[in-house]
């Protein structure tokens, strides 16, 4: 994907290469705008339908990568994972569309007689928002883990109870949540989670994934 956005910064770009980067920054649209109801509700009121807003916003983040060509041919190089990256682009580009728009709607009301009125927009109302979304998308960088193991690591972290691999002695245990530490931990660098937006995803990722596998197991068990 670096060597796509390169050739598109340079005006190399091919039909094929050009698809490629479409998807995916559709992708990450659709999750960021998919997450929030809120979002895609202020968002359709923006742009006048869901695709039209999608569409739009592609265009938008199309413009904008070509308007921080100077500061990505200079950081390209170091950044591990660019779709990271490009999440984080577009998910801020969304946040400010929003956060532009709650302003304007916010200074032109007014009250019952007529007078304009200006309320105090919660910028914490926003920080909480983008938190959750950013946890949300993160949580589908954590499904690219191993599952089970993953389940295994946070219960045994947060509840110290061994939920899964009773038949793994202790060093083998130790050594696979030593291997998957390492990976997490590259996971939360590269995508640039904060501890709280961690926190977050932590939750959603149990109560999504977790509790499935667990619930699973257990029936698996009481079949034998």
Known sequence: MKEIILKYL???FEEEEENKLYLLIKKIVTIIIGTHSNYKDTLIDIYGTYDSAVNEI??????????KKEILMSIINNIENIESYISRMILNHIIDI??????????NKEDDDGNEKI?????????????????????????SLDNMQLCYYFYKVLYNEEIFYSE??????YKMV???KEK????????????????????????????????NNREEKNKK
């Not at 929003?98 to 200074?107: A, D, G, Q, R």
């Not at 793994?168 to 245990?173: G, N, P, R, T, V």
């Open 10 to 12: 340079n005006n190399k």
């Open 58 to 67: 592609i265009n938008e983040i199309f413009i904008k990568i070509k308007n």
């Open 98 to 107: 929003v956060k532009s728009y709650k302003s304007k709607l916010s200074l």
């Open 119 to 143: 309320d105090v927009i919660n910028i914490a109302e926003f920080d909480d928002l983008k938190s959750e979304i950013i946890a949300e998308y993160f949580v589908e960088e954590l499904k």
């Open 168 to 173: 793994k002695s202790k060093d083998a245990k």
């Open 178 to 180: 030593q291997r998957l």
């Open 184 to 215: 997490l931990r590259n996971l939360v660098e590269d995508f640039g989670i904060d501890q709280k937006e961690f926190a977050i995803a932590v939750k959603i990722y149990m109560s999504e994934i977790c509790d499935k596998i667990r619930h």
